[in-house]
C-alpha cells in the first residue's frame, strides 16, 4: 500500500532564505509523485509531478524537487522564498498499480510555510 | 476557459437539512474526485467517478452520495445535514488515463452545519 510522510508540520524562513520542505513516501510499485500548493481560502494547485524520465523535477514559481529511491525521498526545494510562497504544502502519491489506470491519490498532513520578511 | 466549478463556495445550515455541493468541469475530463479536508489536516478521498453512470466509494467513509449523469457534472449530496459534516469539500477532475495526469482542483466548499 500506498504512504507518504510529511516530516514537518511547520516550516518558517526568512524571505530570500532557501526553502526546505521533506517528504517521504512508501510504494509497492514504481510510484507517481506529486507536490501541491493550497493559498488561504483557494483549490490546491499543482506545483511539480515526477513522471520518472527525470529524477529532478522542476516545477512552477522555482520550485523543484528531487526522487531519490535508496532515501524513498521526493523533497521540495526553492533556493530563495518570496512571500507570496507563503501556504500549505502537500507531498502526495498515486495509489496505482502497475499496466493500470490512473489511481487514486494519497495526501500527506501537509506543510504549512511560513515566510518572515 | 477550462476550469473547475464549485458552487457554494460557502455554506452555513442548519441540522437536518439536504444539501447539495456542485461541481462542474469544463476540460472534458472523464475522472471526478470529492475529496473532505478538515482545518490544518490532509485530503481524504470520499467519492470518485471513472465517467458517466460511475460512482465509487473513497477511502473515508462518508454519509454522502454523488452521482455522474454528465461527464461535466458531478454534484455531492447529503440527506440529512449534520455538525459532523462540518468540513471543506474539494472537487478534482483528471484524464483517465495511466498513472500521471495530474488532478485539477476547484476552489473549495466550506460547509458549516449548526
Known amino acids: 500500500a500506498q504512504s507518504v510522510t510529511q516530516l514537518d508540520s511547520h516550516v518558517s524562513v526568512s524571505e530570500g532564505t532557501p526553502v526546505l520542505l521533506r517528504c517521504n513516501y512508501s510504494s509497492s510499485y514504481s510510484p507517481s509523485l506529486f507536490w501541491y500548493v493550497q493559498h488561504p481560502n483557494k483549490g490546491l494547485q499543482l506545483l511539480l509531478k515526477?513522471?520518472?524520465?527525470?529524477?529532478l523535477v522542476k516545477g512552477i514559481n522555482g520550485f523543484e524537487a528531487e526522487f531519490k529511491k535508496s532515501e524513498t525521498s521526493f523533497h521540495l526545494t526553492k533556493p530563495s522564498a518570496h512571500m507570496s510562497d507563503a501556504a500549505e504544502y502537500f507531498c502526495?502519491?498515486?495509489?496505482?498499480?502497475?499496466?493500470?489506470?490512473?489511481?487514486?491519490?494519497?495526501f500527506g498532513k501537509g506543510t504549512k510555510l511560513s515566510v518572515k520578511p | 476557459e477550462a476550469d473547475i466549478y464549485q458552487t457554494p463556495r460557502y455554506l452555513v445550515i442548519g441540522t437536518g437539512k439536504k444539501i447539495t455541493l456542485e461541481c462542474s468541469q469544463t476540460m472534458g475530463h472523464d475522472k471526478m474526485y470529492w475529496y473532505q479536508q478538515d482545518p490544518g489536516m490532509e485530503l481524504h478521498l470520499i467519492h470518485y467517478s471513472y465517467g458517466v453512470n460511475s460512482t465509487e466509494k473513497g477511502d473515508l467513509s462518508s454519509e454522502s452520495t454523488v452521482s455522474r449523469i454528465r461527464t461535466e457534472h458531478f454534484p455531492l449530496t447529503l440527506e440529512s445535514a449534520r455538525p459532523s459534516h462540518t468540513s471543506q469539500y474539494l472537487c478534482a477532475s483528471s484524464e483517465f488515463g495511466t498513472g500521471l495526469s495530474e488532478q485539477f482542483f476547484g476552489p473549495g466548499t466550506r460547509l458549516t452545519v449548526l
Open positions: 502526495v502519491v498515486s495509489q496505482g498499480v502497475p499496466g493500470g489506470s490512473q489511481g487514486n491519490l494519497i
Open positions: 515526477y513522471t520518472s524520465a527525470a529524477t
